[in-house]
């Protein structure tokens, strides 16, 4: 079994924005040469996070909607006292969803649903550049 | 170290059913013959997700009142507007606990607490047969 | 590649303490000798979760808020009238953030952002010690 250490670079529109980077996922292991093993996502930040979602324009509509019923935007938190950056909201979500995902694959393919992508979720208060980690194990 | 490739197949009833997976992750573990590694499991699909709880019938009651405060089943979410399948809650729910769970494992034994179970939740609108993956890496 | 396991010990103090393993975390790493691989962390029990956040004390205070929205303390709970033991809430908190984290580590250093730190949230109703299970896969 092996290690192959890459990064996956992301632009985003902040304010809840859903990037689907299952293409990058599946072409940084089709670079690696691994047929079989684990993909560990890890998004550095305590802005965003990583989840699966079916990618399609009603659910980008919904999620910032059900964000908003957890960690409402217009709320005043402690961070955003303490700091100014008015981004508290995007930390509690962040810290909710959380930074890693560990995702199988199996003959050079990743074990995803036919409806399912991967997304990075950016919950910050304005256009971020993302590098997620990457690690994959498997041979 | 190796890689084992497995599947736990789980029949759902769907409408936030929790279905303890435990015995089947460590059967999986001990045919595999590995003492010491992870079990990284990963249900493919957009309207599930894999968590632990204490299997017990209160919280298996409390657990479906809570994802209807965070995600109500009655509010009109985009996606039904999209595709009426009515299942645009499961969606939502199914992002925020997450498709992925690692657990380790040493000297053949889940690292699980005593009143802590590995559990499946299917938010789906109906009875569904799911296919968990799970790839076992250790020795 | 090879496998280290450890345990990091801690005392909390219940009640939605977070608590900051960082440091734990990167001293096991560095003692295993190992350069690049995964640590993958998982908290025994069903009433403690494992996520990243950015460590400061405004946050310390918005996060047991947004968990009052979630799942409620004073609401009632089927686990409380049936165990008595007056901690539905937390159960239901664990279940949402999870017990499992995967942190890549590269060159020997873990890669969190600068403002990102591994914390164990404990949501039971009194003080605990808990030993978090660390699989370190690497080399």
Not at 61 to 71: C, I, N
Not at 101 to 121: A, C, K, N, Y
């Amino acid at each position: 079994m092996k290690i192959s250490t890459r990064t996956i670079a992301v632009s985003t529109r902040g304010d809840c924005d859903s990037v689907d980077i299952t293409p990058q996922v599946a072409d940084e292991m089709g670079k690696s040469g691994m047929k079989n093993g684990i993909a560990v996502l890890f998004v550095p930040g305590s802005t965003a996070g990583l989840t699966t979602i079916e990618y399609e324009p009603g659910l980008l509509a919904d999620l910032p909607e059900a964000f908003e019923r957890v960690a409402p935007t217009d709320k005043s938190y402690h961070h955003d006292q303490r700091w100014g950056d008015g981004n508290g909201h995007a930390h509690i979500r962040a810290a909710l969803i959380g930074p890693s995902l560990t995702v199988p694959f199996s003959d050079g393919r990743l074990l995803l649903g036919t409806w399912q992508q991967i997304v990075l979720l950016d919950f910050d208060n304005r256009p971020r550049q993302r590098k997620i980690a990457m690690q994959l194990l498997g041979e």
